[in-house]
Each structure stands twice: as structure tokens, then as C-alpha cells.
């Protein structure tokens, strides 16, 4: 679990993000709306974006405490703006669009604003908790491969996964641990692995709409016309090994944060069992799902776990 491809390859580019002052004083008691009322409005953007486009993650933030939430919706309203870009507008020019996405990004960064209420979210969160420059470039740099990259050899692969999950985890974990730099250290390995379960089992479960709706598959080497019960468990091997390394980091996070994120877990794990028991033909033809009454129930046994420091 140790021998993960390296998350900073480079240096952030420095030159956009320098500090640009506002050029001007204003007397902020004076007026009646300002920065603050759109962070507001921004950070409500991100909430809302989270619970349209995931009632599992939204359920598993609810269970963040109040002062964590906030702050996870903007990393997940980030995250998935740059997703829906290269997966879903399909009528649009995508470069162009991500392009732009891309610079835009840096540019709230540097600039502590943007007038993309999701950007200017995020750009928040990134200062408030400290996030690193370098899991922001990484995960741009995964995003932008789907715009063109169909297949993957296992460099590519695990390259892919750093960027595009472990480092959202990554995101999460400085807000989890609100500045403390040594437990961030000590759970960095097992959030990582967690952010890679949680993909492959993305890669899995969507493994029909990736190939028949875009041409792509990730995993490495997968001739999908020859895909088999060996090739279904080989990659099921490989989760259960992220997931066990990834539970010894959720049971050592702070109570704060713990309930949450092992209820995303609990999910995950449910639906990758269901998976499991189903024949690898079945994998090709459907989505694998958990009702939202599963999900309550799910909720309801963490909870109890949790409180009872069962887990």
C-alpha cells in the first residue's frame, strides 16, 4: 500500500498565485452586503450542487459535523464541475470549456475570488484548511486526460487514480483534521487508499457506460470483449486490499469527522459486495445500485456503531 505513484510532481505555478491586492479602500461597515454575503451565497452553490448530483455523499457529509460541512461541499462542488465538463458536455467544446475551467481555478486561487460561485467556494475552503497546491494541479492534470485518453497501462493507471481520487481525499482530509499537521501525516496513506476503493469501484460499476458511452476503460490491460470472472476478480482483490488499509485510517479520525466518513465507507462496501456476488455479464449489461431505503438503513447502523464506539 506504500508503493502509490508520487502526488507532487512539480512545482505549483507560483506566478499565479501571488496575493493581487484590491487597489482601493472600503469602509466594509458602511455597506449591507460584500464578501461574506457571497461566500455565503457561493458556499450554498456547492451544498446544493453536492445534494443534486449525490444523495450518497450528501448523506454521508450530513454526518460531518456542522463546522465540517461547509467546507466538504466545496471541495465536492469543485471536484464534480470538472467532472461533468469531460464526462457529461458532450454538444460543447470541452477543451475549450476546461481550458477555461482550468484557469479559472488558478485564478480564484490567487485572487481569493471568483465570480463562479463553485470556484469561489473552493477557493475558500483551499485557504481556510491549507490544502496543498500540488493535489489541485494533480487532479486538474487527471481531468484533463478524459478528454482525450481512452485506455491505460498500470503506470497510467494508478497515475489516473492519484489524481483524479486520492488527492480529493487529500482535499478532505486538511479540512478533517483542521490544521493538525502530524495526525494529517499519519492518516495521509489511509486516505488515499480510500479515495482509490472509492474509484475503482466507480470503474467498475460504470464500466458499460465508460466503454459503450465514451470509448474509455481504466483499468489496465482489460480487453472488454474478453472481459471474465477472473478479470472481475482480480480487480475485486485489489479494492478489498485498498479497503482494509483505508479502515485503519477512518476508525483513528477525529469524532468530528469519523461518522461521516465511515458511513461513506459502509456504503461503498455495500455496494461493492453487491457487486461481488453478481456474474461478471452482469457488470456489462447494468449500473449496480443501493436503493435510498438501503441507505437509510445503512445510516441508521453506523449511527448506532458510531455512537457506541463500535466501529
Known amino acids: ?6 502526488i507532487l510532481d512539480a ?3 507560483t506566478a499565479q498565485c501571488r496575493p493581487v491586492g484590491t487597489g482601493a479602500t472600503v469602509t466594509h461597515g458602511l455597506l449591507d452586503t460584500g464578501k461574506p454575503l457571497f461566500d455565503l451565497v457561493s458556499q450554498q452553490c456547492s451544498a446544493l450542487t453536492t445534494k443534486a448530483y449525490s444523495t450518497s455523499f ?17 471541495v465536492y462542488g469543485f471536484v464534480r464541475f470538472a467532472d461533468e465538463i469531460v464526462d457529461t458536455f458532450h454538444d460543447f467544446d470541452k477543451v475549450t470549456l476546461f481550458d477555461r475551467f482550468k484557469a479559472d481555478t488558478y485564478r480564484a486561487l490567487s485572487e481569493r475570488i471568483s465570480l463562479n460561485p463553485i470556484l469561489n467556494s473552493f477557493q475558500w475552503a483551499f485557504h481556510a484548511y491549507e490544502m496543498d497546491m500540488a493535489h489541485v494541479d494533480k487532479f486538474l492534470e487527471s481531468m484533463e486526460r478524459d478528454l482525450d485518453q481512452t485506455a491505460y497501462d498500470r503506470e497510467g493507471y494508478e497515475d489516473y487514480i492519484v489524481g483524479s481520487a486520492e488527492v480529493v481525499g487529500l482535499m478532505c482530509l486538511s479540512v478533517f483534521v483542521q490544521g493538525d499537521r502530524k495526525q494529517y501525516a499519519a492518516l495521509l496513506p489511509h486516505a488515499r487508499s480510500l479515495g482509490a476503493a472509492f474509484q475503482k469501484i466507480n470503474f467498475l460499476r460504470d464500466l458499460k457506460a465508460d466503454w459503450s458511452g465514451l470509448g474509455r476503460t481504466y483499468f489496465p490491460g482489460l480487453d472488454l470483449d474478453a472481459f471474465d470472472s477472473d478479470a472481475k476478480t482480480a480487480i475485486e482483490s485489489e479494492i478489498h486490499r485498498d479497503f482494509a488499509h483505508a479502515y485503519q485510517g477512518i476508525i483513528q479520525l477525529p469524532r468530528s469527522s469519523r461518522l461521516g466518513v ?13 457487486i461481488q456476488r453478481l456474474p461478471h455479464s452482469r457488470i456489462m449489461e447494468d449500473r449496480i445500485r443501493i436503493p435510498n431505503r ?9 449511527y448506532v456503531r458510531h455512537q457506541f464506539n463500535l466501529l
Open 262 to 274: 465511515y458511513m461513506a465507507y459502509i456504503y461503498y462496501t455495500r455496494l461493492f459486495r453487491k
Open 11 to 13: 512545482e505549483a505555478p
Open 1 to 6: 500500500m506504500n508503493a502509490r505513484p508520487p
Open 58 to 74: 450528501s448523506l454521508g457529509i450530513r454526518l460531518l459535523a456542522p463546522e465540517l460541512q461547509t467546507p466538504i461541499h466545496a
Open 294 to 302: 438501503q441507505k437509510a438503513m445503512l445510516l441508521m447502523g453506523s
